[in-house]
Structure formats: C-alpha cells, structure tokens
C-alpha cells in the first residue's frame, strides 16, 4: 500500500521515532480547533497546505492582546480582529476545506542582516546500498520581509552561514555534526515506509538559541540551488548519487 507524501503524513512518521521528536516543531492538523489550541500556547504560527511546494500557500499568523491578529503571507500583511472573524478569513482566503493545511509553531530562525535563514540538506543513498550519506547542504537566506526561504535572495555554505549569523560561532563545528546525523537519522525512518526512494531533501532550521529543526521534508528535492553557488563539489556529489 502507497504511503501519502503529504506533509502531515511525514510529519507523523518522523514523529514515531522517539530521537526525533525533539527536532520536530509541534505540529497539527488545521482546524478550527487547532487553530485556537495552538494559538492559546504560541504567539506566531505558521499555516501550509499538506500538499505544496517552494512555499506556495504559506502563511504566518501573529497574535497580541485583545484577540488581534496579524497574517503575512508573502511580504503582504493585514490585521483582523476576533477569532471568528479570522478563522472564516483563512478559509475564504488561503485555506479552502477542500485542501488539507498543517498549523505549526513558529521557529525564531536564526539571522543574517536580520534575515532569516534556513538549511537544505540532501541525504542520498546509491543503488543497492542501504547506507545514508550526507551529500549537500546549503543555508537559504531570506529576502527583506518575507517569513520563508523559497524565494532565497542569496544561497550560501552552511558553514559560512552560522559565521555571519547571530549565532555563537563557537557552535559552529556541534552544529554541523548534529545537523548530519538529525538528517541520516530522519532518513532511516523515512526510508522504512519510502522504500524505494534514494534521495530526502529536508529543510531545516537553527533557532536564535542554537538549536536544530526539522521544518519539513521532501522526498523529491530540488538541487538545482545547489548548481547556483560557487563552489559546485556538492552538486557534482549530489548528481554522481543519483546516476547510481
């Protein structure tokens, strides 16, 4: 029996898996009641449909006091005000009932110039191997006022990320150890119900304390990012992989 590559199906699946559910951001089913479960616990969530790529859908929603509500999607921002009010906003507007959203907490990702930035990291195995290997991994670097990566204004190594953050760059060497074996770890997971795929793409994030995320993952990866930095070692890696 096929297995869905929707996001909350492999939100579950990674979820199984007691050494990652640390990493996983706390994640829901969008309803009307999830909305507001979730709402009374974190002040910024973000909203994307199950089914969705390159960040098409995704929203961000801020709460403050007196029940008001700012949603970003995109670097467009409105305020409404009342819980009804904006519930019956997102299903008019960016989430119809005939499509499946998640709602997930927010990871205050860490920054560059005060932009955002998040990681792909690409694990691969070759033909009739059974071992994950890391073979990419690139920080995607936000453009002024968006909430999302998709539309990166600049891509660069990992390692030359975490320097120019805000990050303590004494973290740097745990960081990227701990950011591989998240990722063969999440592999061999998913591996177990995607049993024919050989190549995840997840997308991560480090948060403005140093600690690691899954925020999604991607059975169907784009690597063309990685054909568009300067150094090409592993994109040529990523393609030699897949040839076999």
Sequence with gaps: ???SVGKWTKY?????????????????????????????????LIIKPCFGHRGKGVIQIT??????????????K???????????????????????YIVQKKISLAKITDCPFDIRVIVQR????????????????ARDGFIITSAAKELVPLEE????????SQLLKTLLIDI???????ASQLEKYYTKTRIFGFDMGIDQDGGIWIIEA???PNIAMFNKVEDKNDYEIIKSYRKG
């Excluded at 070759?126 to 670097?141: C, F, H, M, P, R």
């Design 12 to 44: 579950k699946l990674l979820l199984e898996d007691e050494n990652l559910a640390p990493y996983l951001p706390v994640t829901k089913l969008f309803t009307e009641e999830s909305l507001w479960e979730m709402m009374d616990i974190y002040d910024e």
């Design 1 to 3: 029996m096929s297995v």
């Design 161 to 168: 990320a975490i320097k120019r953050s805000s990050l303590n």
């Design 180 to 186: 591989d074996q998240v990722s063969l770890t999440a």
């Design 218 to 220: 991607n059975l169907t």
């Design 126 to 141: 070759k033909k009739d191997s059974l071992e994950w290997n890391v073979t990419g991994k690139l920080a995607k670097i």
């Design 63 to 76: 709460s403050s006091l007196e029940e008001k509500f700012e949603i970003q999607a995109g670097i467009e």
């Design 78 to 100: 409105i305020t409404i005000h009342g819980k009804k009010p904006l519930y019956d906003y997102l299903r008019e507007n960016h989430c119809p009932p005939k499509r499946r």
